[in-house]
């Protein structure tokens, strides 16, 4: 099972305390550092010194760091004109050299929308569909050829289709909990399905939902990866585990039931129920990115478990 750092930035972080922690991630050992993409801070948190690009951030990572892949779970959709978000990765995976993965979502946090002047449509799901199409359509283009795309929301006309990534295929994710058009798009497009923030029961249904859909339009269910996303508290006895919880504004018994979080032991064996009904790779949503400590205890005593 992989392990990757999932980062929320938009906390409150410094594109310097991303790179240390990036940093860290290659390091210790980890596959990948992903961070989400928001413009305001969730919760009672003041998320000084403010927000940072997504894929500004992984531009810089991409030129500092040798061995992780980067990524984001979710690049919002209502953020970028897909023709624009296609030439932006590519980019970013030219400067990688082939590390990038791109996870995709509709968007939903409307406040961020208010906030920074950004259209909110309410058809968000149906424009994500349509980028979806362009962005995997603009990479799939030979070199020399052109790509045309007459779409009710967006329409392109004789693109060149450069520049085109360092690898043959970015890996495209596509996760969330619906139950119907999400399993769709994600047999159709993704390499990934991610689950966020699900329990065992929950995961293995949708995970079940995803096979489904792609057996149906004939691809093996096999094809795609199954991944969680899950917030990370460990500490090496329970004083730890407490201390890192308070630190982040969470009780211990909910984190334990929603996340992974515990003794080294406690957390390998739920990892191990996870990947008992198919989850192939964990995110581990790390809230507090001063805590190295952190990445160094679940390093030593987590992955080095884990087969």
């Given at each position: 099972?992989d ?6 930035p938009?906390?409150?972080?410094t594109y ?9 991630t290659?390091?210790?050992g ?8 928001h ?6 948190v003041?998320g000084l ?12 990572l991409a030129?500092?760091?040798k ?15 897909p023709?624009?978000?296609?030439i ?5 995976d030219?400067?990688?050299g ?23 449509p ?17 990479w799939?283009?030979e070199?020399?050829?052109s ?13 060149p ?6 690898q043959?295929?970015?890996p ?16 159709q497009y993704?390499d ?6 699900g ?6 249904r949708?995970?079940?939902r ?5 057996e149906?339009?004939?691809?093996k ?5 199954y991944s ?9 006895d ?7 919880a ?6 211990v018994d ?7 979080a515990g003794s080294?032991?406690?957390v ?20 507090d990115?001063?805590?190295?400590g952190?990445l160094?205890?679940?390093s ?5 478990q884990?087969?």
């Amino acid at each position: 099972m992989d392990l990757r750092i999932f980062t929320e930035p938009q906390q409150g972080a410094t594109y310097d305390t991303l790179l240390t922690v990036a940093k860290a991630t290659e390091d210790l050992g980890f596959d990948a550092f992903f961070r989400s993409d928001h413009y305001l801070r969730m919760g009672s948190v003041d998320g000084l010194p403010g927000p940072t690009d997504a894929w500004i951030t992984l531009a810089g990572l991409a030129r500092e760091t040798k061995r992780i892949r980067l990524g984001t779970l979710m690049t919002a959709g209502t953020f970028r004109l897909p023709g624009v978000l296609a030439i932006q990765v590519a980019q970013v995976d030219q400067m990688s050299g082939g590390r990038v993965e791109l996870g995709l979502g509709a968007g939903w946090f409307e406040e961020e929308h208010k906030a920074y002047g950004i259209p909110f449509p309410k058809e968000k799901f149906a424009r994500l569909e349509e980028q979806l199409a362009i962005v995997t359509g603009l990479w799939a283009t030979e070199v020399g050829g052109s790509f045309s795309y007459d779409g009710t929301y967006y329409q392109l006309t004789d693109s060149p289709a450069l520049p085109k990534p360092a690898q043959a295929k970015v890996p495209v994710l596509i996760g969330g909990h619906g139950a119907t058009r999400t399993p769709r798009l994600a047999a159709q497009y993704a390499d990934e399905f991610n689950m966020p923030f699900g329990s065992i029961e929950d995961s293995e249904r949708q995970f079940g939902r995803v096979r489904a859909a792609a057996e149906a339009i004939g691809r093996k269910g096999s094809d795609l990866v199954y991944s969680n996303a899950l917030v990370v508290c460990v500490g090496k006895d329970d004083s730890e585990v407490a201390r890192r919880a308070a630190a982040i504004g969470r009780e211990v018994d909910e984190l334990k039931a929603n996340g992974l979080a515990g003794s080294p032991a406690e957390v390998v064996d739920k990892l191990g129920r996870y990947a008992a009904i198919g989850s192939q790779r964990i995110y581990l949503q790390v809230l507090d990115l001063d805590d190295l400590g952190h990445l160094e205890l679940i390093s030593s005593q987590v992955m080095s478990q884990l087969s």
